[in-house]
């Protein structure tokens, strides 16, 4: 029966040599946890796993590869919760941590680096899109930003509306 562990319904008739290496293998198998992290010993059909994880789920995973996806029954479960010796997390997700890190600040639609051959031609554009203009009419035209003046303009520091209903007109 050696290397042959598809009938896992059968754990009993396994030697302790053969059921050690299952739990071994099935324990490498798991993302959830630092398998190196954890010493397994078989005696007499009863199994015995010690040394850290690096939290509660991760000790409820070893217990759920034990009991529901192995089937054994008969575990000495003598694991230590140790934050220290968290799961360490694959390449992928630290590429995607470092890529993150990298755009850190970016606004959705900004983008780092420089601009792609097709897109130099909006550069000059683009900082004066950025900028605006003070004049209503060449903002409307161009299709700029309006800045509105920081000051009274002077055409509107010396004109009250003379002809109007100001408040000096007569009735």
Known sequence: MADDFDN???IETMDDDELLRLVREEFQSQNGFDADDITVSVSDGSVTVSGRVGTEEELRIVDHVLT????ISDIDNQLVV???RRAVS????DEHLAEED???G????ETSGSHTAESEHLIDDEVEDQVGTHD???AIEGAVPWIPPESPTPEGIG???SGGLGRNSAH
């Open 106 to 109: 970016l606004l959705l639609g």
């Open 159 to 161: 004109g009250q509306d």
């Open 82 to 84: 140790d934050e220290l």
């Open 102 to 104: 990298e755009h850190a």
């Open 90 to 93: 694959p390449e992928a997700v």
């Open 136 to 138: 209503v009419s060449d």
């Open 68 to 71: 529901d996806v192995i089937g």
């Open 8 to 10: 896992t319904d059968d």
